[in-house]
């Protein structure tokens, strides 16, 4: 007789009644024992019908009255969930048929999941291709590297990582949750570095691949974008983070370059061309084709921008104290 797993997949969701729709269809597609699966919803308080699609599609719903963000919003989920082996999954994810199956052959938690990018979907998707395959070289894509790649402390920072999809153990998941709740909190890097710390390594796999649909409307990508720098400043650029000391190197050598300027306006001409120059430097050495040279040149330097300003406003609003009103 087959022992199966038992699996409570938790999905935060807000505002997203169209692409959960589709994961809900896939998770009730699943090649698993339907009475092994669990599926909650914790809809953040979303202000379109998350809730009724969730509903339609047999889900377990628990809704918060007010936008608290994804740590309060897992956490919820992962309090009230019926089996201990909790399986997050982002409402913008596609997953495979086979997911869960998988997941219990591994017979191994922590899980990561292994996001797969198609370029040629849209430029929006070919510029974070080409974004990711640059940041996260030599392991992404992973399915060019190696079927396993393991995050352990002294093997995290600059490993791809995320929690689009993470399975994991309840009490290592509350065992490890952030102590703080705030939006502007990387409630992805943050809550991996925990898990791998304090809780067991990491192991990403390619046989739980899923599919992630970026924004496709530009102001909302922009804005998304935006709202990532704060995120990311919170973990990689606060004092003692790993990026930090380049961080403030980049800081010191902009206020010289302006001070130089300033004093000797000869340089500001040389300075105009390569700013100028820059992002053609930059979009070749993120290009593996000619249409993605193209891609990047146009459309890296509004993300760019976007995800830089992001940053600033981060800083900005922790030394004024007022952190609280990043909300997204």
Not at 86 to 103: E, H, Q, T
Not at 258 to 284: D, G, R
């Amino acid at each position: 007789m087959s022992v199966f797993t038992n699996f409570s997949v938790v999905i935060p969701a807000w505002n997203c009644s169209e692409q959960l729709d589709r994961l809900l269809k896939q998770i009730n597609q699943q090649d698993y024992p339907k009475e092994h699966i669990e599926i909650i919803v914790v809809d953040d308080g979303s202000t379109d019908t998350t809730s009724q699609c969730a509903t339609e599609h047999g889900a377990i719903v628990i809704k918060h009255e007010k936008n608290m963000g994804r740590v309060i919003t897992r956490e919820t989920g992962a309090k009230n969930a019926l089996h201990d082996n909790l399986v997050f999954i982002d409402a913008r994810c596609s997953v495979d048929k086979d997911l869960l199956k998988n997941a219990a052959a591994l017979n191994y938690f922590p899980l990561m999941g292994v996001g797969l990018a198609d370029k040629t979907l849209s430029i929006i998707d070919r510029v974070f291709y080409c974004i990711r395959k640059k940041v996260y070289a030599p392991f992404e894509p992973q399915t060019n590297y190696n079927e396993e790649l393991w995050l352990k402390p002294n093997e995290f920072d600059g490993r791809p990582k995320g929690t689009g999809l993470l399975i994991i153990d309840r009490k290592m998941f509350l065992d490890c949750a952030l102590q703080e709740k705030s939006q502007d909190v990387n409630d992805d890097t943050k809550l991996l570095a925990n898990i791998v710390n304090d809780g067991a390594p990491i192991l990403r796999h390619t046989k739980l691949s899923f599919f992630y649909e970026h924004r496709h409307n530009w102001p909302e990508l922009l804005r998304h974008t935006f709202f990532r720098g704060p995120k990311f400043y919170d973990y990689y650029l606060v004092p003692g983070g790993p990026h930090s000391m380049k961080y403030y190197f980049l800081i010191v050598c902009m206020l010289i370059t302006l001070l130089a300027c300033f004093n000797f306006p000869f340089l500001i001409k040389p300075l105009i061309t390569i700013m100028v120059v820059a992002p053609a430097v930059v979009a070749v050495w993120m290009s593996e084709e000619v249409k993605d040279f193209f891609a990047c040149l146009i459309f890296f330097p509004p993300v760019a921008g976007a995800f830089i300003s992001g940053i600033i406003f981060a800083q900005i609003s922790r030394l004024l104290k007022i952190r609280s009103i990043v909300k997204h």
